[in-house]
């Protein structure tokens, strides 16, 4: 038995959408990475703000990586790569 191509291949509707949840996910990802740089000034303990800081680390990579894999491979290295300084200019080049 064969299967159609409705079957084979996953639900193509929901990939936008999916793809906009896992750019979504990375940009809070962002956030929370340079929310991080506002814990030292809080009015806490040294143990509350390492336990905050722990907690928001661990939350910058669950939302990083799960937006990662639902963005695709080729969405992250689009978005990484508007990040990524060049020495010579295009992005494209190598250093040899």
């Known amino acids: ?8 291949a996953p639900d193509r509707p929901h990939r936008p959408m999916m793809i906009r949840l896992g ?3 990375i940009l809070v990802s962002g956030v929370l990475w340079f ?3 506002a814990i030292p000034f809080l009015p806490l303990t040294i143990g509350q703000k390492t336990g905050l800081g722990a907690a928001v680390f661990a939350g910058v ?3 990083w990586w799960s937006g990662a894999a639902l963005a ?6 689009k978005l990484t790569g508007w990040f990524r300084r060049s020495r010579h200019g295009s992005p494209d080049k190598t250093n040899g």
Do not use: D, K, R, W
């Not at 038995?1 to 084979?8: D, G, L, W």
């Open 61 to 63: 990579q669950i939302a």
């Open 1 to 8: 038995m064969t299967q159609t191509n409705s079957e084979a």
């Open 72 to 77: 695709g491979p080729t969405v992250v290295q």
């Open 23 to 25: 750019v979504a996910l």
């Open 35 to 37: 929310s991080l740089f």
